[in-house]
């Protein structure tokens, strides 16, 4: 396996590709902005890698050699022995989320598979049941990874890319096969819990209207003070974490982000589904600790010393707000560990997809550092 990593700009795109990626290849996977995806830019890299699979989506900024807004960050990756397979699959609505997640499953099964990486659309889909699809149909050992696109902070039309299609309402997926080929995941927040553990006591799915019988909503304004003024905007700062019963608050767990809220109803819209009798719990963070975070993601990988892998990084847009002008030391901390010329491409999401080391599956995660480690073996 060989793989190459670079971002450009709109402008020197046509010959950095053509400095960069100056063989064959198999994989081309590309993060931009909204603008920049369009079915010209497309139709023009198709024609010049005609047998080569395209996948990507837009994004709320991309990673590459360093975190920008309006770039192109594009990782190419070419196999000896393990072969690839990419599937798309229409996203109707939100209530179609989970068939959808079993029916790009399905495209992608197949002998050998070792792991897939999926872009989803970031609005107007349930994460949690899309990714609660592809687990009822891929086996408990492949791995699942990969996050719904962005839209910078507009939250106002993403877009999912296969080859020259651009996409607002499909989801895409690659497949790796073969005996050599390996993936490694791991999902990393840095967030630490506050105030005391409540019961989910009402909830549908993403939408959370109870906790200890009483409204979501007020407590929550409750614990946020002053700056539930601010409300949606500050939930990003102060998500849920659900925890398990004997944590006690020493550990962390899966992430949820507050979208918005509905006075009316007293109740909290959520990034990724909750279940009624989980213990949740508010949490915040520093810049340090969410930086922390990564580069713990990072170290969870193991030796990656290989020349022949590649990482896939996808990060929180909520992570990007709270870190600001100090964005860029999350990617620092990952080359930290994993070298300086380590081929790295990924994007700030609208949620993220990765293993979940309590439940073994892959789960939705919500302001969260996910990485995706693909290499292969020599056969």
């Not at 960069?20 to 139709?43: G, R």
């Not at 791995?143 to 651009?166: M, P, Q």
């Not at 707000?321 to 930290?336: K, N």
Request: glycine share 10%; aromatic share 8%; charged share 25%.
């Amino acid at each position: 396996m060989k793989s190459f990593n670079f971002q450009t700009t709109l402008r020197d795109f046509d010959s950095a590709m053509s400095e960069k990626v100056s063989e064959n290849i198999d994989l081309i996977i590309l993060f931009s902005s909204n603008e920049i995806i369009t079915q010209d830019f497309l139709t023009k890299l198709k024609m010049k890698f005609p047998n080569v699979e395209i996948m990507g989506c837009s994004t709320s900024g991309e990673i590459g050699d360093s975190v920008e807004d309006d770039s192109i960050s594009v990782l190419a990756m070419k196999f000896e022995s393990t072969s690839i397979k990419c599937a798309t699959v229409e996203i109707a609505d939100m209530s179609s989320s989970r068939k959808a997640g079993a029916d790009l499953a399905n495209k992608l099964k197949g002998d050998k598979l070792k792991g897939v990486f999926i872009l989803s659309p970031g609005l107007n889909v349930n994460g949690s049941k899309f990714t609660l699809g592809l687990r009822d149909v891929l086996k408990e050992d492949i791995s699942i990874s990969g996050g719904l696109a962005g839209d910078g902070l507009d939250f106002s039309n993403t877009k999912t890319i296969y080859n020259d299609k651009v996409f607002s309402n499909f989801a895409v997926g690659v497949g790796f096969y073969g005996d050599n080929v390996e993936i490694r995941t791991d999902a990393r927040g840095g967030w630490r819990p506050f105030g005391p553990l409540r019961r989910v006591t009402k909830v549908e799915d993403n939408i959370l209207y109870e906790l200890d019988g009483k409204s979501a909503l007020a407590l929550y304004k409750e614990y946020l003070g002053d700056k539930a003024n601010d409300l949606p905007s500050s939930g990003l700062l102060y998500p849920f974490a659900i925890m398990d019963d004997d944590d006690n608050q020493d550990g962390v767990g899966l992430i949820r982000t507050i979208l918005d809220i509905d006075e009316e109803k007293g109740s909290l819209v959520l990034a990724g589904d909750m279940e009624v009798g989980q213990q949740v719990c508010l949490m915040n963070a520093s810049t340090e600790q969410l930086v922390e975070g990564a580069e713990r993601a990072a170290e969870n990988l193991g030796d990656v010393s290989k020349d022949n892998g590649a990482l896939i990084c996808v990060s929180c847009v909520g992570r990007k707000i709270l870190m600001g002008d100090d964005t860029e030391d999350e990617l620092d901390s990952i080359r930290d560990v994993v070298g300086e010329h380590f081929p790295i491409a990924g994007f700030y999401s609208y949620g993220e997809i990765c293993h979940y080391e309590r439940t073994k599956q892959a789960e939705l995660h919500n302001q969260t550092m996910t990485i995706t480690y693909i290499t292969e073996r020599a056969a």
